[in-house]
């Protein structure tokens, strides 16, 4: 049973300040909760480089190549059709739609990338909405949850974050 | 996190660069003058050399002050601590309507419609009949007058109202450049696409695009650019004062402006030489043939690759943008093969067979560029270097990459 220990902040800075504190004092699992950007937070909880450009790229790429070859088979192999007597393979002619598909791959796989993948879609539920005061994450207050399996470490992660300078701290406790 | 304690803005008007100042302008007299003297020998050759140099360092001033009213336009905050490198070589503009004077009086030499002193084809001489109308010496001049007025007014306000708010703080300057921004992106993007088809299009009169403005004014507005980026990391790693009110977040995104930019001139170079391709028509395909073929086929494709495929796989990369050594590298490059791409575009007109390097070339590049810089120079050391009076300079003090 995983336990979620929740601190919330009402001034951004020093929602940003606290996290890059227990950071240093090697807390895990910490997350960051919001209603707006927080500038400075990733560089606080040390998050490693987004992968969205990688995954766009890829998509990218792969786009553009189906894209061409699609042509190419279809204009050259399959359907030959002689217009004006240009030559079935045009590399110039087939630049647009290879431009396109790359463009149109790139986006739809950083679209389903992200829900599907980073965001985990299918689940819908994550354990910290069973707080109910946890809602105000959506409204005007800031929040940070460390992650622990450890019930006895829960008294410590508490006394952390008040002494990071959270105003509330309490616990959730995964029920299923 | 607590709040980054903000650069001092309040510098005092450079006041280095006084030795670059006379160098640059020594060198262009210098080299004005040497080319007049292969003007002497070949007008010819001398005078499209000029019209290359003149065309560049006149791209680069007209792109600075499309990308100051560009972001004037967009309502950007982002800028406005580097506003003042464009908004000086956006106002250099009346130099250039000056140093047209000599392209003016050896017009006969450069452009064939001027005097078809060569016994022409009966179509060729038909055509250019149907054009006499638009192509004569009366109106061109009269057309080159009315865009360095429009040109000189917008370069000149827009830095003049910047500068008067540097005094009073007032944001009504800010409201105003803002509201006459659109309207002259308008405005330039038109006289641009008129002045290239007078200047460039015309080197080869029968021949016609209308999307070659565009490609020359993007293409100029790239070199701009990539000043831009150039002048930020020059400065940044220059360890002077006004480098601590540039942060890397602002070069990044001279960086992205560069690379956006960059794909938007192989747009559209690529949308003019795919429809004559796929057009496939006799009086389209002319100015293409000359210019892929014998010595020319390898520029061109020099230009594919070094103006874009190349840049634009750099420029993909966030760590590069964010490097001022790799993106200063990149942008100087982009100034060079600028310069390739304007040979190509003039030179073909004339010389089928040989690529017609000319001594010239590096005189009148040396002569126009150095009184450019100079003036620009100038006109740097009499006001503040940062915008203090704008209204949003402390938003682009503190703005970071979202």
Known sequence: MRRFVLGQFTEAAACVEAVRKLREQGVPGLDAHSPRPMHGIDDALALPRSKVPIVALTGGVLGALGGYSLQWYLNSKAYPINVGSRPPHGFWTNIPITFESGVLIAVLSIFFGSIFVFFGLPRTYHPLFESERFRTACLDAYWISAETGDENAVPELEKKFREAGAHKVHTVVERI | ?????????????????????????????????????????????????????????????????????????????????????????????????????????????????????????????????????????????????????????????????????????????????????????????ITFTFGAFDWLMSLQPTWYSTIFGLYIYIGSFVSSVALLCLVITGVRSSGS???????????????????????????????????????????????????????????????????????FFLLLSRDLKRSPPALGGIAAWMLVIHYIDLYWVVMPAVEGSSLGLHWTHLTAFVGVGGLAVAAALFLFRAARPVPVGDPFLQDSLRYVQP
């Not at chain 2, 004077?101 to 419609?113: E, K, N, S």
């Not at chain 2, 429809?275 to 389209?284: D, F, M, R, Y």
């Open chain 2, 1 to 189: 996190m607590k709040p980054r304690a903000l650069p001092d803005t309040n510098l005092p008007p450079y006041s280095g660069g006084r030795k670059e100042m006379i160098g640059a302008a020594v060198a262009g007299a210098a080299g004005l003058l040497l080319t007049l003297i292969g003007a002497a020998f070949s007008p010819q050759r001398a005078l499209l050399a000029y019209l290359i140099a003149w065309v560049y360092w006149l791209g680069l001033a007209i792109g600075a002050i499309t990308l100051v009213m560009g972001h004037h336009a967009a309502g950007a905050r982002w800028n406005v601590s580097i506003r003042r490198f464009s908004e000086t070589i956006g106002a250099t503009i009346p130099l250039f309507a000056v140093l047209f004077i000599p392209l003016l009086l050896g017009a006969r030499h450069v452009w064939f419609w001027v005097s078809p002193h060569e016994p022409v084809a009966k179509e060729m001489h038909e055509l250019l009949q149907h054009k006499r109308p638009y192509l004569n010496l009366g109106f061109f001049t009269l057309r080159a007058v009315f865009y360095f007025a429009l040109w000189t007014a917008f370069g000149w306000l827009l830095r003049a109202w910047s500068l008067r708010q540097d005094d009073t703080a007032d944001p009504a300057f800010t409201v105003r450049a803002r509201w006459w921004s659109p309207p002259g992106l308008l405005l330039f993007a």
């Open chain 2, 241 to 311: 004062p006004l480098g601590t009110v540039i942060s890397v977040d602002q070069q990044h995104n001279a960086g992205k402006l560069l690379f956006a930019f960059t794909v938007f001139w192989a747009y559209m170079a690529f949308s003019q030489y795919m429809l004559i391709w796929a057009g496939n028509l006799p009086e389209e395909l002319q100015w293409i043939v000359v210019r892929s073929r014998g010595v020319w086929r390898p520029v061109g494709i020099l230009i594919l690759v070094g103006h874009f495929v190349v840049p």
